[in-house]
């Protein structure tokens, strides 16, 4: 197993330290709008408890997540109106993962729309609460 950082983005957005555009919260898992969007809609993903990555989490812990991840991609691309959907999830530096914290990205897509490059410009607040309202109504049809 490898070492969890408490102070990571994620772990801090979960203690209420960081804000965050919320789109679903259950006691498992904590779904949110990525403030550097690749896609419009684009969400993370992430448990509550604290893994560093996939490898790390337990089995019966990610078969509780699942379902969540399964839910908010499914809400994710209804609001957005996308005919699909990519779902990222990186394992360690050598995998591209950046945040130590187990997370899944998903992003609606649409045919002939590339991905912005990863890091790229921060989103407009406005505009995140404005995809987030309406990944949260879909989450309620």
Known sequence: MST???????????????????????????????VM?????????IPKVHVRNMIDIAPADLALLMPRVQAVGLAAQRAMQAPGLTLQQFNEEAGGQVVF???????PRHPGVAMKPPGGPMALPEMLAEQAERIRAALRD
């Open 4 to 34: 969890y950082d408490e102070n990571n983005v994620f772990a801090k957005i979960l203690r209420g330290v960081l804000p965050c555009h919320k789109v679903f919260e259950d006691e498992v898992a904590l779904g949110f709008m990525d």
């Open 101 to 107: 914290h187990l997370h899944f990205h998903l992003l």
């Open 37 to 45: 969007p690749r896609v419009d809609g684009h969400v993370l993903v």
